[in-house]
Nanobody
Framework: QAQPVESGGGLVQAGGSLRLSCTAS????????LEWYRQLPGKQRELVAT??????NYVDSVKGRFTISRDNAKNTWYLQMNSLKSEDTAVYYC???????????WGQGTQVTVSS
């Protein structure tokens, strides 16, 4: 099973911005549901943002601050994160589905650290 590559994480001050990228080694198509997750140490992975063919959805804690988008030509999707808070600190992962079928095994993730 293919593995996506996440990038763009780093250390940023509270109130700052980062843009995460997720690049797939296989072609993504418009019917794929694209996702971003995050995970804190010792915690379960949390679904943060979803991009379907018709809509975007976000967990309440990031609404109005994060934006998920895609570039099919580059097999890449993004998570623009603005007004970052210390509680956004986590390892961020991406994945995709076709219906209920997950398309990728989990990658290494990218660390986001927000200093207050």
């Amino acid at each position: 099973q293919a593995q996506p590559v996440e990038s763009g994480g780093g250390l940023v001050q509270a109130g700052g911005s980062l843009r995460l990228s997720c690049t797939a080694s296989i072609r993504i198509v418009s019917t794929n549901i694209l996702e971003w997750y995050r995970q804190l140490p010792g915690k379960q992975r949390e679904l943060v943002a979803t991009l379907t063919p018709d809509s975007t959805n976000y967990v309440d804690s990031v609404k109005g601050r994060f934006t998920i988008s895609r570039d099919n030509a580059k097999n890449t999707w993004y998570l623009q994160m603005n007004s970052l808070k210390s509680e956004d600190t986590a390892v961020y992962y991406c994945n995709a589905r076709e219906g209920l079928i997950r398309l990728f095994r989990w990658g290494q993730g990218t660390q986001v650290t927000v200093s207050s």
